[in-house]
């Protein structure tokens, strides 16, 4: 696709319950991530992908996190058993090639609000 | 422990304005810093520095990387309205070859008319 997409742009659930969030990256990119962003804060990486393959994942924040990618693509963060403190941006980068890995392009992230 | 501080954490200033923002940075085996304009919610990049004293520059803003003291500078020149937005700035994680950034708190800008 022309950018990263992300969906749902806002999710509201109830503490206690499961949410999902999906990233669609760059077609092509080999690296995706996946960062969280508190009010008033600075993005907090929490985890990347090489294909499919979860390298980094020591930004997760508790068990309750985990993330796979499928077909070099998709990508989808689950919350289980959400808290009111995982309330937060959650952003998808993906990029291209190991050589400028660096240089990450966002999605427009999903709004995660726990009741 | 690497991190990524920035200053001022907020601004208002009016249109025709120039700022500049400013980032400082603690990270073992530096190899770049990045900064992106963020509004709303998605970052969007606008420079990649990786030598000192080179000055990065697009339109009216540019940027400058001082490897010898740690820091970068962000200028903007004859603000616009446009260009309120938060300012993030971002190193890559010292034992990382990836896109595994650490960012700063970020500067919020406003441009008042």
């Known amino acids: 696709g022309a950018g990263v997409s992300q969906s749902p742009s806002n999710k509201v659930t109830e503490k206690g319950k499961d949410v999902e969030l999906r990233c669609d990256p760059i077609?092509?990119?080999?690296?995706l991530y996946w960062y969280r962003q508190r009010l008033g804060q600075g993005l907090e990486f929490l985890i990347y992908?090489?294909?499919?393959?979860?390298?980094?994942k020591s930004g997760l924040p508790s068990d309750r996190f985990s993330a796979e990618r499928t077909g070099e693509s998709v990508s989808t963060l689950t919350i289980q058993r959400t808290q009111q403190e995982d309330s937060a941006v959650y952003l998808c980068?993906?990029?291209?090639?190991?050589?400028?890995?660096?240089?990450?392009?966002f999605g427009s992230g999903t709004q995660l609000s726990v009741l | 422990e690497d991190k990524v501080v920035q200053s001022p954490l907020s601004l208002v200033v009016h249109e025709g304005d120039t700022v500049t923002l400013n980032c400082s940075y603690e990270?073992?085996?530096?190899?770049?810093l990045l900064w992106y304009k963020q509004e709303k919610k998605a970052p969007t990049f606008l420079f990649m520095l990786?030598?000192?004293?080179i000055e990065k520059k697009s339109g009216r803003l540019s940027s400058i990387l001082d490897k010898k003291e740690l820091f970068s500078i962000l200028n903007i020149t004859a603000t616009q309205t446009g260009d309120s937005a938060v300012y993030l700035c971002?190193?890559?994680?010292?034992?990382?070859?990836?896109?595994?950034?650490?960012f700063g708190q970020g500067t919020t800008l406003q441009v008042k008319p």
């Open positions: 980068a993906s990029s291209f090639n190991r050589e400028t890995n660096e240089k990450l392009f």
């Open positions: 077609s092509g990119h080999t690296a």
């Open positions: 992908f090489q294909g499919n393959s979860a390298p980094d």
């Open positions: 990270v073992t085996n530096f190899r770049s």
């Open positions: 990786t030598s000192s004293g």
């Open positions: 971002a190193v890559p994680h010292g034992s990382s070859n990836t896109g595994k950034l650490i």
